[in-house]
């Protein structure tokens, strides 16, 4: 029996319902047999133990939004060819362990954030030997520990003009798009056990971009499958828009479909909802960010090959979208579940109902 229903004042009826009220978005996803993670960067998360506390309180998945890239922020992973840097990687594994939850690697292979000595030096000659050496030794440091890694992220741009919609990337140029499968089987041999995702964004709206980024996909993950690559999983960003209409249910519907059709298990790991075009007003502004989060989760919860959710931080206290998304007003953005003063929003509340309602998987 809880202290609630202890107390004089709170009946046994009143103390159930105010426990289920209080229970955490990694609970709720939990009773469903989902999980509920939340990105951070190293520097927010372990300088302030109230953050911290909201970590842990809710989420049962972390992901480093910097550290485990090549080079983001100050300190990259890897300064040169032959050292990485994994003192604040390995910090976030400790939080992470110390408090109960997982940690999802994020990324091995990408096109941004690489150190200037990639994009300086790399080339056809050298690049398997790079990308084959940072992948023995970044997966395999962390061998075992990892809940699922994005393997490849962000592979696929049509508006490039290849036929197969593959991004004119680094790794494209110098590997061909042999890089991708390289990479699925170099994770699969350093670390059976973290699943491997291939991530990315642009594929949730019924626009006509994301219309031919869903079909790209769909083709890279089918020829990925046909060939026996080892991805395991889709991850779906999920940027979202506040006021976005050009949402059609039964279209996301049948790309998850196709999805788990391919076998494939879907994640959606960076979940957020940009408030930059919707009216100033607070209360307004955070119920159209939580409808956004509310019609997105219903559809995509729907879907049991869907395994879990991450959203792209956890306070608005700390969002990449108030520097690539500000308000034209000026107005801190809202797009978080948590306010800046760590607060519950109705964001939270449409993400707890969403697990609520989600079927059991
Ligand atoms: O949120 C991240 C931001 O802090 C970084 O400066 C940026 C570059 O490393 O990456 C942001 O995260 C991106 C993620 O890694 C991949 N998908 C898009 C995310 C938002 O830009």
Redesign the pocket.
């Known amino acids: 029996m809880s202290e609630l229903s202890r107390s004089r004042s709170v009946t046994p009826e009143m103390a159930i319902a105010l426990e289920s009220e209080t229970q955490s978005l990694k609970q709720r996803a939990a009773a469903k047999g989902l999980f509920f993670g939340a990105?951070a960067?190293h520097r927010d998360l372990l300088s302030s133990q109230s953050l911290a506390n909201s970590y842990i309180r809710e989420c049962s998945v972390l992901v480093p939004?910097?550290e485990l890239?090549w080079a983001?922020?100050d300190l990259p992973l890897r300064p040169n060819p032959d050292r990485f840097d994994f003192t604040r990687s390995d910090e976030m594994l400790r939080f992470a362990r110390a408090n109960g939850l997982s940690l999802r690697g994020?990324?091995l292979v990408?096109h941004?954030?690489n150190p200037r000595w990639l994009r300086e030096t790399l080339n056809p000659s050298n690049a398997e030997q790079l990308l084959t050496s940072h992948i023995r030794t970044v997966a395999a440091h962390f061998a075992g520990q990892i809940h699922s890694w994005d393997v490849v992220?962000?592979a696929i741009e049509v508006p490039d003009g290849r036929s197969d919609g593959l991004r004119n990337s680094l790794w494209l140029e110098s590997l061909g798009e042999a890089y991708i499968d390289l990479a699925f089987r170099l994770t699969a041999q350093v670390d059976s056990r973290a699943l491997r995702v291939y991530?990315d964004?642009g594929l949730q709206y019924a626009t006509s971009s994301h219309e031919s980024k869903r079909k790209a996909a769909l083709k890279l993950m089918e020829r990925l499958v046909a060939s026996g690559t080892p991805v395991q999983a889709f991850g779906i960003?999920s940027?979202l828009r506040a006021g976005e209409t050009r949402f059609d249910a039964e279209r996301l519907r049948r790309f998850l479909k196709d999805l788990a059709d391919l076998g494939l298990k879907i994640l959606i790991t960076?979940l957020d909802v940009s408030d930059q075009n919707v009216p100033a007003n607070p209360s307004v502004r955070d119920r159209l960010v939580a409808d956004a989060y509310r019609e997105y989760l219903d559809v995509v919860l729907d879907e049991p090959a869907v395994i879990g959710v991450v959203t792209?931080?956890l306070s608005d206290r700390h969002?990449?979208l108030s520097?690539?998304k500000p308000r034209e007003d000026g107005l801190p953005v809202r797009p978080l579940p948590l306010d800046e003063n760590l607060e519950r929003k109705p964001a939270w509340w449409a993400i707890a109902q969403a697990f609520d309602n989600a079927p059991l998987r």
């Open positions: 990105a960067r939004e910097w890239k983001a922020g994020h990324a990408w941004l954030s992220n962000e991530n964004y960003q940027h960076e792209w931080g969002t990449w520097g690539d």
